[in-house]
DNA sequence: TACCATAGTGTCGATAATACACTTAGAAAG
DNA sequence: CTTTCTAAGTGTATTATCGACACTATGGTA
């Protein structure tokens, strides 16, 4: 059995409670995932949310949102960004929680989802077959979703969903995914050999059943060079 | 004398106190202003600070900016905007306290400046002649800038900081203050009336020692009808 | 009536965006 | 080993957009 909780921590005005929620988006040969997880506790036990938890008194945001998505689904060192702090009344049917969101980019490859430490399940979803949502994770989502497509034409934060080394194609699909457009090759290839931030290794891809393409990866510091200098990237 | 406070709300867990600060942006003749309020109690006592105040465990967010801008510079009806939540450690000395920054656009001839109720001055500066901020909040203000200077090219925002009736002149004006680059005046003229989101009205402005410029207003609906088309505003 | 300040207007060249189709390489199947 | 299949890789011509640039018109003030 729990324990009573004691109830020592008293303050004169009452006080919302503080949360961090995570929106990771990954990218396979389909379509954009997202990851979530399935609620071992009430409310909304046993319905897929998003992963998340408390923030500490004695830690940051940032870190909260890192420490809950190791706790939780094993991902570490990934590409983390602030969403938007979601602070409706009844968002939470047990007291008043506000709870900042962030969203997440990983690469498949790289990074194996692990069963979470707390027994409740993890897993990848399309975003077009996505499960009922517990509490606003569907508003929270939908805008994360908004975000990652309005931003990533103008900041190379796309790469972050492939691998280290990846091949135009890869990159091509990715922002065709996210954007939800049909873009040219020979267009595509020419604007992004021509912005000068990807960089030629001398590998081509493995283990496929036709032609191997060149493999890639993004120069960081060609890129911070160039936006020094006002250079503005943009697909 | 003030009483001893009684702290009858108890949690498990301790918590941090939230906050909301609000970074109110103005233009006029001559570039960006910025409200801000003049400290009345510790800690930062007699400092400048940006207006805010704490979030009541029955309100959104939203709403507790708006109340605390009413509150403490008489503005209301305005633009308002989440900007980002601040949560570094040791930002407030008095303890943890996360703050969810918004910021705002008025334009100056419809909106006085009322004295704040609570005795503490609200004054308007140039971002160019800032006085030092209490706590985090030179770090807010920056990010609010840099937000302001990103948005302003690819949502027409701007017009919130310009009366209902303005000359082509002075929605110029903004954006050469906002994005700080000067803007060529036949060509912006061009890009302006070509999208067809203002509309000219029969006024002229008035009282001017030269040639009176024809006024313009934003057209809203003009403006949704072109973005559900898939019309892409940008200066 | 002259002067001053800003309003208001068009063209041309450079650059960027778009549309579009075939050859090549390499693995797999017969 | 020859054919087949799949995706890689490549260039040009047209169109649209961006940016540079200078004079006349209007109305108030001296």
Known sequence: MRNKPTKKYQYEYPRAALTVDIVVFAL????LKVMLIERSLKPYQGQWAL???????DETLDHAARRELLEET??????????FTFGELERDPRERIVTVAYYALVNLEGHDVQASTDASNAAWFSLSELPELAFDHATILKAAHERLRGKVRYQPIGFELLPEKFTLRQLQHMYEVILDRELDKRN???????????????????????????????????YQRLSKQGFHFEI
Chains 1, 2 share one sequence.
């Open 28 to 31: 396979d040969e389909e379509d």
């Open 51 to 57: 992963p998340g938890g408390f923030v500490h008194v």
């Open 74 to 83: 094993g991902l570490k060192d990934i590409f983390l960004e602030q969403l």
């Open 188 to 222: 595509f290839r020419k604007k992004v050999l021509g912005m000068e931030i990807v960089q030629e290794t001398d590998e081509i891809e493995k283990d496929v059943a036709h032609r191997a393409a060149r493999l890639y990866r993004f120069d960081q510091k060609a």
